[in-house]
């Protein structure tokens, strides 16, 4: 069982910048992968970015690539998302997950899901 709470989130300008944390509590983060996942209103859940274990892959959604940095410290069973050059259109509820397994673009393939951070970008 694995708990996670995001944080970080907050209102900006454009082209700010934010960090958002995702703390884990329970057993064996490092085995995990990571992901974030973002839902505008209105809109359905997306994908933004994934890391695998160790840290040794890391994938994006078009949309941030270039702008986004995700990271992971397994001796704090913390997961990152650095936020560079922020658009009003990424405005959304932020949520980290974690999954068994390799580095999947699916919101239901990822077993464990934090209760989101809102980021709202002011244009």
């Known amino acids: 069982q694995v708990q996670l709470v995001e944080s970080g989130g907050g209102s900006v300008q454009a082209g700010d910048s934010l960090r958002l944390s995702c703390a884990a509590s329970g057993r064996s983060f490092s085995t995990y992968t990571m992901g974030w996942f973002r839902q505008a209103p209105g809109k359905e859940r997306e994908f933004v970015s994934t890391?695998?274990?160790?840290?040794?892959?890391?994938f994006y959604a078009d949309s941030v690539k270039g702008r986004f940095t995700i990271s992971r410290d397994d001796d704090k069973n913390t997961l990152y998302l650095q936020m560079t050059s922020l658009k009003p259109e990424d405005t959304a509820v932020y949520y980290c997950?974690?999954?068994?397994?390799?580095?999947?673009?699916?919101?239901?393939?990822?077993?464990?899901r934090g209760q989101g951070t809102q980021v709202t970008v002011a244009s």
């Open positions: 890391i695998t274990r160790s840290g040794s892959s890391t």
């Open positions: 997950a974690a999954r068994a397994g390799g580095a999947y673009y699916e919101w239901t393939s990822y077993m464990y």
